[in-house]
Every structure is written in C-alpha cells, then in structure tokens.
C-alpha cells in the first residue's frame, strides 16, 4: 500500500480544492463561519478531569482540523470568530462556557495561533502524508500548550509544574489519539481527492 500524496496542486489545502468561481469570497465566508461553528460545537464534548481547571474537549482537534483544512488565513480568522464570539458571550467554550479570563482561554488564544501554523504547515504539504500529518498536529498541539499552560499558571496562581500537571499531563494521551486520527483522516482525505482529480 503506497501512502504518496495525491497528485493536486502544491500550495493548496482541502478547502482550495471546492469550485470557487465568481463566489470565492461567499464561500471562503461560509469555511470560516463554519470552522468556528464546529470548534463551539466540539467544545462541548467536554470531560472534567479531576484536580484540574481545564477538561477534555474535542476543540482542540477542531481548531487543527479547521487550521490545516482551511489554510493559515482562513484558519485563523476562524479561530478568531470563535473567540471573539464567545468574548461577546456565546456560550461555545468548553462546556457551554463563554468570555475572556477563564483558567482555560489560554487554550483558545494558543488555538488561534496553532491554526496559523498549522494552516500555513498544510499549504507546504503538512496534511498529504502520515508521517507529516503527525508532525504537523504534535506541533499544533505543542502551541496550544505553550500558551495555555502558562496562561493557566497566571490565571489560577499556579506554579509552573502544577500548571504543567494540571493542563499538560492529562491531555497527553488523548492528544495522541486525536492526532492518529487526523493522521487517518488527512491523508485519506487527499488520497481521494488525487483519485477524483
């Protein structure tokens, strides 16, 4: 079984590939209100962990889906209508929660940067394969936890390695079975799209 990327343009992501003509701007609208419509909606599977502020939610794997499917400047201003939104009170942070300050919204904040990056990752290739896959969410996981973490630390008055152990340990195991699925999903879903093409 050969896992060589599909054959499609460099330069593009999975959301380059939808039939654009003269509609770009109302299709590139409906992506970026969409991705930040699927972040809300997975930050409500949400799991308290016990000890720590900040549960298990499926919105971290939605921001790096959204990131690399999207691109960096789709990606981003996803991410940023989600925070926004939910800064203004939607209740769409993790477990129905909603504005800034909150022990967890490091995490949002890290979430905006990380679909940048991994937005920008995807455009170079960083979604066509399993082994770029994995690079790419380890490293979009990584800027979450970069910010997060500390922003934790800040918020709650926590020292650095009970921020570490209360925001970062816990979440390492099921960060590891979201990338395995993007690691599936992204590469299968360019597979079928080289097929098509």
Known sequence: MSTAAAPVRTGAVLADL?????HRYAIDTALVVGGAALTGIAAQIAVPVPGSPVPVTGQTFAALLVGTA?????????LAVYALVGMAGMPWFAGGSS???GAS???????????TVV????RRGGD???PRTAGTMVLGSA????????YLALSTGMSASAAIAAG????LLGDALKAALAMGALPAAWKLVGRRG
């Open 18 to 22: 939808l039939p654009a003509a003269r």
């Open 70 to 78: 999207l691109g960096a400047r789709r990606g981003f201003l996803s």
């Open 99 to 101: 504005g800034a300050g």
């Open 105 to 115: 919204f490091g995490y949002v904040l890290g979430m905006l940067l990380a679909a």
């Open 119 to 122: 937005g920008s990752l995807a």
């Open 128 to 130: 066509r394969s399993v």
């Open 143 to 150: 800027i979450i936890y970069a910010v997060g973490v500390p």
């Open 168 to 171: 970062l340990v816990p979440f």
